[in-house]
């Protein structure tokens, strides 16, 4: 028997004792028009069950039809996680119930997936890391269940529940990894940088928006430890629908001292699903895991089998787009970043970001640096991904472009991603609203020379003897009279025009 109070071993300590295993399964909305087996709109945002029919339903005598379009995009998916496609495959129905499933079975693939045996590599800290992929399979995705009164958002507590069946019937992708281990320490950013690069792979397919904050990817987090140096798999822990790259990296590194304290202190894991808090960073237990056969799969009677042709596979590989490993190695020496610069980029989660800045018009330096620097440590403070933090590449290349033409410095600049992240407008907006706007009039300049000159006048007698270094002194004080909008560089020539 197990407990779930024994606390927290440290990270530190976790390693020392055991060896981690992941196993990764990702969940892929496809941006298809319709459904995975009905004609029904899949638009975000939509009235609840107002993208409902009979067939994603589950109503008697409605007859499900392979989404042709769905099935290109698992086979492009597969493809570019060098798997195997099958030359048949078919669903099957994989029985259980829950309020929010509208036949009490999910169509799936179960022993037939449509893609099979891939790998894909990623770097962490300069060392590569391969994941193979076990498996990647069509599905459809389950309706929303909202539970309403109480404190967790859950249904223990909750007043009473409402159902919204729009998302139901969805295409889903689920990309399952086979075990991963050796990773050590670097396994919480092994995991984060998995799903980060498949993000990245997904957008670059042109498949699915994944948008994790709308659940458009979703990531189920498995976990065991072992006793280290044993070379086994210990009991797994399945983490579900973990929202975000940040509570990946979280979740894998709580579960690994969860697990150690429990083991450590003589007792069991159980095999069961876990519920992942994103404002506490703790997981709490959900149900006992299921095993396949609890499932009851069998075929799936009113859907044919899918076969498709080895033309149109080799069709498909032939118009993949570049792979991201490729990418980044061009990018890279595009930009001319370091290794450890590109390196930080990735793991930031900012790659897409920065190239879309650049390619608004920012400097590839200026861009990494606002995005990197300022952005991110906002985005950290908020606890969101750089991605969903309000900013976007146009207006970040829009603040650098009045940084370049002498309207704004850095800290004015720092103020403008404030009025952005506030809603207060454009760049320029809100630099003409807050009056942030760099002071470069001689008159005005010249007097706040003077006063910092009769201020500091030992200061200024060390520039008169030749010491120019000491200027700093007296810039910063004009900048403190002039709230940061002087023209820093006009500043230090007055001074050095005066005294010198």
């Known amino acids: 028997m197990t407990t779930q109070s024994v606390g927290l071993l440290s990270f530190e300590e976790a390693l020392e004792k055991f060896d981690p295993a992941l196993g990764l399964e990702v969940h892929v909305e496809l941006n298809t028009a319709s459904k995975m087996f009905c004609g029904c709109a899949t638009e975000f945002g939509a009235e609840p069950n107002s993208q409902v029919c009979p067939t994603c339903l589950g109503l008697p005598g409605a007859m499900p039809v392979v989404n042709g379009k769905a ?25 259980y119930f829950y309020p929010d499933m509208p036949k009490n079975f999910q169509t799936s693939q179960y022993d037939e997936p449509i893609a099979f045996d891939g790998f894909t590599e990623v770097e962490v800290d300069g060392t590569t890391y391969r994941i193979g992929i076990e498996r990647a399979h069509m599905e459809e995705d389950t309706g929303k269940s909202l539970h309403v009164g109480g404190s967790t958002g859950r249904i223990h507590g909750a007043d009473y529940s409402l159902v919204d069946y729009n998302r139901a019937g969805i295409p889903l992708i689920e990309i399952v990894t086979k075990p991963i281990t050796g990773t050590g320490a670097a396994a919480p950013l092994v995991a984060k940088a998995y799903v980060a690069q498949l993000r990245d792979l997904l957008l670059a397919l042109g498949v699915s928006d994944v948008r994790m904050e709308q659940g458009s990817l979703r990531c189920d987090v498995n976990l065991s430890l072992a006793p280290k140096g044993s070379g086994t798999l210990g009991t797994r822990t399945e983490t579900k629908n973990v929202n975000s790259l940040r509570s990946v990296e979280r979740a894998v590194r709580y579960e690994m001292q969860r697990h150690a304290a429990v083991l450590d202190a003589g007792e069991t894991i159980l095999q069961e699903t876990r519920h992942w808090h994103e404002d506490t960073g703790v997981t709490t237990s959900g149900r006992e895991k299921s095993d396949a056969e609890d499932y009851r799969y069998f075929p799936e009677p009113d859907l044919v089998p899918v076969a498709p042709s080895r033309e149109w596979v080799e069709g498909l590989r032939s118009g993949l787009p570049e792979a991201p490993e490729k990418r980044r190695a061009r990018l890279q020496a595009e930009w001319g970043f370091s290794d450890l610069e590109m390196r930080d980029t990735v793991g930031a989660g900012a790659l897409g970001l920065v190239e879309e800045t650049i390619a608004a018009g920012a400097p590839p330096a200026a861009a990494r640096k606002w995005w990197l620097a300022d952005l991110a440590r906002r985005a950290n403070d908020s606890g969101v991904e750089l991605s969903a933090l309000g900013v976007s590449p146009a207006q970040v290349a829009a603040v650098q472009s009045l940084v370049d033409a002498g309207t704004l410095n850095d800290k004015l600049a720092r103020q403008v991603f404030e009025g952005l992240l506030a809603g207060e407008g454009t760049p320029e907006e809100i630099v003409a609203t807050r009056g942030l706007a760099i002071v470069s009039d001689d008159g005005a300049l010249s007097a706040a020379v003077d006063n910092a000159i009769a201020a500091n006048p030992d200061v200024a007698d060390k520039i008169r003897d030749g010491k120019h270094a000491a200027a700093g002194a007296l810039i910063g004080a004009v900048m403190k009279e002039m709230r940061g909008q002087a023209d820093a560089g006009r500043v230090r020539e007055l001074i050095l025009e005066k005294l010198s």
């Open 71 to 95: 099935v290109e995009s698992a086979i492009r998916i597969g493809l570019a996680l060098n798997c195997e496609i099958a030359e048949w495959c078919r669903f099957a129905r994989k029985n």
